[in-house]
C-alpha cells in the first residue's frame, strides 16, 4: 500500500484547509492512518490519527479542538480537516500507517503554509 498526501496550500491565520491521503490499496478494519508533521528546524510531530474500522480519533494537544481526522472507508482515503489555522502549523504534512514495527508507509508530504 502507498499513501499520497495532498490539499496543502498558503492560507491566512484562521483559515481552513483539509488534506487528503489517499490509500493506493484497500485497509484493513485493524489499521490505524496517522498524520505528523515537519517543521523547519524541528522534529516531526504526531498530529492526530484514526483507526479504519471503527473511526475512533485520537490528537496532539497542540490541534485539539482545531483539527478533526476522518476516513471514507469506500475511498480509501483519510482527511485531516484543520480549522483555525495558527502560522505555527506551518509544515509539510505527512501520512502513514501504523504496523506492528511502527509507523511505515509514508506518503509524499504536502506543505501547508499559515501567515499571520
Known amino acids: 500500500v502507498q499513501l499520497q498526501a495532498s490539499g496543502g496550500g498558503s492560507v491566512q491565520a484562521g483559515d481552513s484547509l483539509r488534506l487528503s491521503c489517499a490509500s493506493s490499496?484497500?485497509?484493513?478494519?485493524?489499521?490505524?492512518m496517522g498524520w505528523f508533521r515537519k517543521a523547519p528546524g524541528k522534529d516531526r510531530e504526531f498530529v492526530a490519527a484514526?483507526?479504519?474500522?471503527?473511526?475512533?480519533?485520537v490528537y496532539a494537544d497542540s490541534v485539539k479542538g482545531r483539527f478533526t481526522v476522518s476516513r471514507d472507508r469506500a475511498e480509501n482515503t483519510g482527511y485531516l480537516q484543520m480549522n483555525s489555522l495558527k502560522p505555527e502549523d506551518t509544515a509539510d504534512y505527512y501520512c502513514?500507517?501504523?504496523?506492528?514495527?511502527?509507523?511505515?508507509?509514508w506518503g509524499q508530504g504536502t506543505q501547508v503554509t499559515v501567515s499571520s
Open positions: 502513514a500507517l501504523e504496523k506492528s514495527t511502527g509507523w511505515a508507509s
Open positions: 484514526v483507526r479504519w474500522g471503527v473511526g475512533t480519533t
Open positions: 490499496g484497500r485497509l484493513l478494519s485493524s489499521a490505524r
